[in-house]
Structure formats: structure tokens, C-alpha cells
């Protein structure tokens, strides 16, 4: 039986592209084709590692992207002579229509995010006279200077796959894996307790098998989803931590 994770903040392809086009610093309006599609593909093969479900979506805009790609590499005509004089009409940028669903989706995307924030700041408000809570104690919140979403993650597995890759011997034996997810998910907790709370992010994933790095990274994902752990990357360059979260006192 397969390990099913959904998450809030994965969405779908153009929530990749976007993604991509944030994080490379990319013109929306000037997409350089060759660049975000290669980054796109890398993305995707991580994905079908992990096996993730809906991924034929993902497949259908990366041949969109190839196709536009390959409109951009042939020649441009400007116009055609006819009866002596130019026709100067430049054929449209296949990038357009592509661009035209990005800006769209973005406006979608703000305004669900400004919807979310609305009911966040509605759900302050009670009605009900109110109580001491004091026995309860106190909520302590931590905040990163930057939380990583499911789509970095993927980059940082994807990088950590190819360094398996390269260092892996010519010769291997494949052994049938039986730990369960949520025991992976327990043995992360146990490492993170004797390393004080944090841990580097590739260190989790130093030992196993293909499967056994899928196993961890889904547990590491579901503790992501129950809040149990953050990952997070606090200046740019550093290498990704893995912390577990601040508990009630």
C-alpha cells in the first residue's frame, strides 16, 4: 500500500512555475525558456521518485514548455513581400499565451492568500464571555527568518539523490525495506532529541536504500504537516535545518 502526503502549499504545475520564476528571479514578461525549463524537468524527476500522485499534470505543462522552447529556437520572420512592398507582421511570442495563465493564476493565488489572512484575523474574534486560561499555560511561537516550502525540499532532495548517485558504487545489493513511515517518523524525532532539538537536513538522509530515502522524506514531510518539525534555512547559501518545533510549556 502506497504513502499518500498532500499538502496546502502544493498546488500544482503553474505553483512550480511560479515557484521557479520567484526563487530564479526571472521577468515574468521575458521568461528565458531554457533555463526554467531545465530547472522544471529537474523538479519533476525528484517527483517521480517520490512518487507522488497527480504527477501527469506536471508532465502535460513540461511539454508545453519543451514545445515553446523549441518555437523559440527557429527562425523569425518579420514579414513577406507582397507586390513590391513589406508585410511587417511579427508572428505573436509563443511565450504569451503561458505568460497570460501565470499572471492569471498569480491574481488567483494573491487573492486566496488575502482571503486565508482575512479569516486568520476574523478567527481572533469570540463572542463568548471569556474564561482563565492560565492553568493551561502559556503558547511560546518561534519564528524562522525563512520557512522553506514542499517545492524546496524537492530541489534539496533532488541534489541529495544525485550526490547518492555520484558516490554510489559500481556494484550494490537491493535489500527489501520494512520500516513503516511512522516509525521513520519516530526515529526522526529520537535523532533530532540527542542532537539537541536540530540536525543538518542530509544527515537524515546518510544511510539507505532508494526506498528507504523516500520513507524518510515522506515522514519528514508528514511532521512538516503535523508541526512537529520545521526546515529551515536561516541565511542564504547555509545548508538546510531540520528543528523540531517549540511545544507548549
Known amino acids: 500500500m502506497s ?7 502544493f498546488e500544482g504545475p503553474l505553483d512550480l512555475l511560479l515557484h521557479l520564476i520567484n526563487r530564479l528571479e526571472i521577468d515574468i514578461y521575458d521568461i528565458p525558456m531554457a533555463e526554467l525549463t531545465a530547472q522544471y524537468i529537474e523538479h519533476l524527476h525528484a517527483m517521480r521518485v517520490l512518487q507522488l500522485d497527480e504527477l501527469s499534470e506536471y508532465l502535460v505543462l513540461a511539454a508545453t514548455l ?4 523549441s518555437k523559440m529556437l527557429l527562425p523569425v520572420h518579420e514579414g513577406e ?5 513589406l508585410d511587417y507582421e511579427m508572428e505573436p511570442d509563443p ?3 503561458l505568460v497570460a495563465r501565470l499572471i492569471e ?3 488567483y493565488k494573491e487573492a486566496a492568500i488575502s482571503l486565508k489572512e482575512s479569516a486568520e484575523e476574523r478567527s481572533e474574534y469570540f463572542t463568548k464571555s471569556p474564561e482563565d486560561l492560565s492553568a493551561l499555560g502559556e503558547i511560546s511561537i518561534g ?3 525563512e520557512q522553506l516550502n514542499v517545492f524546496d525540499l524537492i530541489g534539496a532532495f533532488q541534489k541529495m539523490l544525485e550526490r ?3 558516490r554510489a558504487p559500481r556494484t550494490a545489493s537491493i535489500a527489501r525495506s520494512e520500516q513503516s513511515v511512522s516509525e521513520k517518523m519516530d526515529e526522526i524525532m529520537k535523532t533530532l532529541e540527542t542532537k539537541g532539538g536540530s540536525c543538518d537536513f542530509y ?3 546518510a544511510e539507505g536504500d532508494a526506498s528507504g530515502l523516500v520513507i524518510t522524506f515522506l515522514s519528514l514531510l508528514e511532521l512538516m504537516k503535523r508541526s512537529d518539525v520545521v526546515v529551515e534555512q536561516r541565511h542564504n547559501f547555509e545548508r538546510l535545518t531540520v528543528s523540531v518545533c517549540r511545544e507548549v510549556s
Open 3 to 9: 504513502y499518500k502526503v498532500k499538502l496546502e502549499v
Open 66 to 69: 519543451i514545445e515553446i522552447k
Open 81 to 85: 513581400e507582397l507586390d513590391g512592398d
Open 95 to 97: 511565450r504569451d499565451e
Open 105 to 107: 493564476y498569480r491574481k
Open 143 to 145: 519564528e524562522s527568518e
Open 164 to 166: 547518492k548517485r555520484l
Open 203 to 205: 544527515s537524515l538522509f
